[in-house]
């Protein structure tokens, strides 16, 4: 079976963290999301994987290739302008002609892709889609459904006042590749504002799939610290990681001050130099060939590779970018920093 990954959004909402790097290439723990979860699917033995570009293709085009360094085959299906998901998908129509996945791919989830596919066949759907309860559904995609477990009704993003169920659209879906004559060609489509709703009337069996019991989209700066704090408390495990509201993770290559104190969960990544009276962590993801300085404090924060933080600064609850240089002394609190050409932004 094949999947299909849509990564062409632009991640309007992760901004500053995307203006440089697609939301899928995000490191969770050190590593792209997009890259955790192909290898997910590596696992269960999917082997061919179309990745759907268009915002920064080149950068995504440019970390996988053709998927030979991960053991995949992986396809680029450029659009020039976004299609929006339910064009990408019409746009990837030429690698499908059998049962296929798609995600979302900004999700972090513990989804068993085997049941999730065992589901859709004893289903007999033309589509299935994976949802989740969330307390605030008004930010995803809305879905209705009957006591049979088929969809009836998808509202995306609703009012408040138009909310009528907690399980929203988990982002990962299996199609029956008749679906894709259904999607118009050429031109923008919603998958879930457009494709799902005709789907329905024109009677396709849409089933629903309630398997996830760990979900987050990543796609907001307070969404993904939140997926990092779930991985160190132990709510989600990453493989090779394995976290528990304890623990310490330390890369190779690393010089660490016998003065430091180290405060658990931390993960501190390869070639990281902390020096005299440090304090790291509870919950610090330090990447690699980070330099701390005397004295500094860092907390509840992710910090990514090649940066700088000088004596004495504070990082909590905070991101900081690659290649980023926290001055002598200062503090950043509930912020993004990306560097001194962009306005650190609150959280
Ligand atoms: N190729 C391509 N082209 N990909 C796109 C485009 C496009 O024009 N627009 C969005 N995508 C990709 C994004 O990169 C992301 O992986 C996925 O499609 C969904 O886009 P988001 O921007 O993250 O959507 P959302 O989070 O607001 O809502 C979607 O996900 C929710 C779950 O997180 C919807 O599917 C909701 O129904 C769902 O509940
Ligand atoms: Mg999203």
Redesign the pocket.
Known sequence: MKAL?????????LRPLTNKI???MIPIMGKPLLERSILNLKSVGIKEVVL????RAQYIQRYFENGEKLGMKIYHVK?DI????G??IK?AEEYFDDTFLI?????LSDIDLKEFIKYHREKGADVTIAVTQVDDPS????IEYDENDYAIS?K??PQPHEVTSNF????AYIFEPKVLEEIPAGR?VS??KEVFPQLIEKGYKIAVYKGCSYWI?I?TPERYLQAHMDIMSGKYRINGLNFSGKGIYKGPGCDIHSSVKIYEPVYIGANVKIEENASIGANAIIGDNVRIGRGVKIMRSIIWNDVVVENGATLIDTIVASNCRIKQGCDYYSTVYVGEDSCPMAI
Do not use: Q
């Open positions: 990954f849509l990564v062409g959004g632009m991640g309007t909402r697609p939301k899928p759907s570009t268009c915002y659009e976004p299609l929006g998901t064009g990408a746009n995600f979302n791919s900004d999700i930010m995803y995609g809305v998808f995306e993003k929203i659209n988990a982002g923008v998958v879930e989209d796609g």
